[in-house]
């Protein structure tokens, strides 16, 4: 005897607890947001926290089947951690200092420290240290899909930028480097997969290794205007690097020169290079930007030609340091002995300054600079003859621009803007190290396994679905990740006939598999059609007693317009609903 099983629920609009809106929230800045809330998916409980209604929890069940439908393939084994984690593990690694304001944290009724945990390197390094002991068990990757929390300072872009969301968060064991690069690759490929079934077109980029050092890393981007980084990319050969990380071919120098001779100039009140470049009539590259900043508790000064943007990233890898930024007016006044907009590389105020500047000033000469005198520029500067800036103090330390050369072929780049919706990360050996997470090798000898880590935001993919495919009236959602792939609009519900062709039809494709939602609530057409286009099901079937008489059911997809409706046989329909699916 066969025996069937569907895992199918049929679903009427009138028993779905959905509700759109016609008006979007007041606090929503991008598309995706106000659709997410329009479209009935999700409901803000808090600034930063949501509710994911029945509609949203069915996509975000859907992304979370084929994350895990990925990670499985790729050998990476479930399990799942606490959400709250004690501090001791933070500290063991020294986290629980350095993660900063972004991290909650809490205490028990017995003052023991916890944390919310933003992420869990600690958390499955301590487990692997337990459960890893010989060479044989390794190569070892282990996954979750667990939420997180981060204090943000500002949530907003609704599950983009939020204090609660899901995410997949896999680590990987390795015996050594070769295996942490498979590891690497196989979730790189994995994750290639995964944003390709939720019908995204993703892009991997370099970006920073942070703390890392050099460490590899690549983040997966969303292209969308909406995004909150930019991305240099490289139509040429295919570079594509985060702002942090973007690196350009450093153009020469030369000579800026209005051939006027080094001097002082007076420009009074004219502090910003915009201000001093109208006031002298000159380029903005003609211009010197010297900034004052403050590395590990140290100022330094650094230089960038008058049209660029200081990259904070790079400095701090330049330099060394933990941390950099701004300093403040009075160490300015201090060390250059002028006010901020007023300094410059020409002897400072305080003669053991450092002074750094990008590659793209090495040999300058003939540039206007900030004079440390208030009111003051000096024109006709070489920077050679005239500051100590020596060799070793150039470095690549501006933000890449459209226009700026490939490091890798030399064609100029284009920026993109991005939203990051996953990363892989190579760790090596910073959390195996300060866990003891060590190995035995066939001769039992002990060895620190390498790491890596790899992320995908769940909550954060089903907004970015959204914020690649939508239009004007609503979502349009890929099939896979779809709340249900078909709405079967019943224009008639008190009309029998229609009724029993609209719930044959339901029953017909849930047993194939396809999800369905039957409108039948007594709307008038264009309400129903609307609410439809809004939440955006991959394809509409209208079933009414005027098309049944005028021969079957309409079928259409929601990316097509009217003109491609397909008038379909009832005992076709099913047929050409699959067909609409592709
Ligand atoms: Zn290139």
């Given at each position: 005897m066969a025996f069937f099983w569907y895992n199918t629920q049929i679903m009427k609009w009138t028993k779905s607890l959905i509700q759109t809106l016609r008006e979007n929230p007041g606090d929503a800045e991008i598309d995706s947001h106000k659709l997410l809330i329009r479209a009935g998916l999700a409901r803000k409980v808090a600034g930063g926290l949501y509710s994911y209604l029945p509609l949203g929890m069915r996509v975000l069940r859907k992304i979370q089947q084929i994350v895990r439908e990925e990670m499985d393939r790729a050998g990476a084994l479930e399990i799942v951690s606490p959400i709250l984690q004690p501090a001791e593990l933070w500290r063991t690694t020294g986290r629980?200092?350095?993660?900063?304001?972004n991290m909650f944290k809490l205490r028990d009724r017995g003052e023991h420290e916890f944390a919310l945990g933003p992420t869990a390197e600690e958390v499955f390094t301590d487990l692997a240290k337990g459960l890893v002991s010989s060479y044989r068990q390794l190569p070892v990757t282990i996954y979750q899909i667990q939420w997180k929390f981060r204090d943000e300072t500002r949530p907003r872009f609704g599950l983009m930028r939020s204090k609660e969301f899901l995410m997949k968060d896999a680590y990987s064991f390795d015996a050594d480097a070769e295996g942490a690069d498979k590891s690497y690759w196989n979730m790189y490929h994995a994750y290639e997969r995964i944003y390709g079934r939720c019908g995204l077109k993703a892009v991997a980029v370099q970006a920073d290794g942070g703390d890392m050092g050099d460490s590899l890393t690549h983040e997966f981007h969303v292209l969308a205007d909406a995004g909150e980084d930019g991305i240099a990319f490289c139509e040429g050969c295919g570079y594509a690097a985060n702002l942090e990380k973007a690196e350009r071919r450093c153009p020469a120098a030369g000579d800026k020169a209005?051939?006027?001779?080094?001097a002082e100039v007076h420009t009074p009140n004219a502090k910003t290079i915009e201000e001093v470049a109208a006031f002298m009539g000159l380029?903005?590259?003609?211009f010197v930007k010297s900034l004052v900043y403050v590395a590990d508790g140290t100022p330094v000064m650094v230089c960038v030609p008058g049209d660029r943007d200081v990259n904070d990233v790079k400095l701090k890898r330049f330099l060394g340091a933990k941390a950099v930024g701004l300093a403040d007016f009075g160490t300015v006044l201090r060390v250059t002995g002028a006010n901020a907009g007023f300094v410059g590389p020409v002897g400072p105020a305080d003669a053991s300054l450092r002074i750094v500047a990008d590659a793209s000033l090495r040999g300058a000469t003939g540039r206007i600079v900030g004079a440390n005198k208030d009111d003051f520029h000096l024109r006709d500067v070489d920077l050679a003859r005239d500051?100590?800036?020596?060799?070793?103090?150039?470095?690549?330390?501006v933000v890449v621009k459209a226009g700026d050369v490939c490091p890798k072929c030399g064609k100029p780049m284009v920026i993109k803007r991005g939203i990051e919706v996953g990363q892989v990360f190579k760790l090596g050996t910073k959390y195996s190290a300060a866990f003891n997470a060590v190995y035995k090798n066939d001769k039992l000898e002990e060895h620190v396994m390498i790491m890596g880590c790899y992320g995908v935001g769940v909550s954060r993919t089903l907004q970015a679905v959204i914020e690649q495919s939508h239009d004007a009236n609503g979502i349009i959602w890929p099939a896979s990740v779809a709340p249900y792939m078909v709405v079967i609009e019943n224009l008639d519900p008190s009309n029998a006939e229609v009724t029993k062709v609209a719930d044959g039809l339901e029953a017909e494709l849930e047993a194939a598999g396809i999800d369905v939602l039957v409108d039948d609530r007594e709307e008038r057409p264009g309400v129903k059609f609307k609410d439809a286009d809004l939440i955006g099901f991959p394809v509409r079937v209208v079933v009414g007693a005027k098309g049944l008489a005028n021969g079957g059911v309409e079928v259409k997809r929601r990316a097509d317009d009217k003109s491609k409706t397909v008038i379909a046989p009832v005992a076709d329909a099913a047929a050409a609903v699959r067909a609409a699916l592709g």
């Open positions: 629980w200092d350095t993660m900063g304001p209005e051939g006027s001779g080094f380029p903005a590259d003609a500051t100590k800036i020596g060799e070793a103090d150039f470095s690549d330390l």
